[in-house]
């Protein structure tokens, strides 16, 4: 299946952490959109992988997702190498994006600065047709040969530290929506009821930051909530209109 984006991110609830939003917005404009998530986030404090892949599956639906896949890298330890890059590459052929969505290219967990690259590298070599993959991706892989296909563009998201976004999303219509699918995360983001260790992102006040980020994101492009994204390339447009 075909889609026009395709946000990769090395935990569940990195996606919608920093740009669901975004997603809800182009699902709503009738786009086709998945996420692959690199590992089960099997590393964080709370929770289980078990739980966590139930946890992101609900949020997929809150999304409206065309797909959503695991690639069951190892939470911590996965490299940006050879092994892992072929992986990605059968999950990218696999579904031709457009464009896709990466991790931030550094941050304050040093996971999403190495898959940032990691990202980067398997949707330059996709794009090699000398480099050989089969679909292996999914319960409905068929295991036949891919064709090479390199997304158009890359952007980065901005997750915990601030980094200056080259471009912002009004999301002020889906912001509310971005919550229901952080909160589908029960194990990991706040409530009141939990009995399970208090963890950096399952905080009142962690929440209440990410509302902060979004306002701000909004403030600075007239609108009330935003995603803010980063781009390595320049990037153009057909239409200065399309600016707001
Ligand atoms: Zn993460």
Redesign the pocket.
């Known amino acids: 299946m075909k889609l026009d984006l395709l946000v990769i991110?090395?935990?569940p609830?990195?996606a919608e952490?920093g740009s669901a939003g975004t997603i809800l917005s182009l699902v709503a404009q009738g786009k086709k959109v998945g996420i692959v998530d690199l590992t089960r986030?099997e590393l964080g404090t709370r929770g289980t992988p078990e739980i966590r892949l139930q946890e992101a599956a609900a949020a997929a639906h809150i999304l409206g997702l065309s797909a959503r896949e695991n690639m069951n890298f190892r939470d911590g330890f996965f490299r940006n190498d050879e092994e892992h890059q072929r992986a990605l590459i059968a999950a990218i052929r696999k579904y031709q994006p457009e464009i896709v969505i990466a991790?931030a290219i550094t941050?304050r967990?040093p996971?999403?600065g190495r898959?940032s690259a990691l990202i980067v590298d398997a949707c330059f070599y996709s794009g090699l047709r000398q480099i050989k993959t089969v679909d292996n991706v999914g319960a409905d892989a068929k295991g036949e040969a891919q064709e090479a296909w390199r997304p158009k563009v890359v952007y980065h998201l901005i997750?915990d530290r601030y980094i200056k976004p080259d471009f912002i999303v009004d999301i002020t219509d889906f912001y509310e929506k971005k919550q229901e699918s952080l909160l589908a995360y029960k194990s990991q983001f706040y409530d009141p009821n939990s009995t399970e260790p208090m963890s950096y992102i399952a905080s009142k006040e962690f929440m209440e930051f990410l509302r902060a980020r979004a306002e701000e994101f909004g403030h600075v492009i007239g609108v009330k909530y935003g995603e803010g994204f980063t781009v390595d390339r320049t990037i153009g447009v057909k239409n200065i209109f399309d600016l707001i």
């Open positions: 991110a090395v935990h609830d990195d952490l986030g991790n941050d967990h996971d999403h898959a997750q």
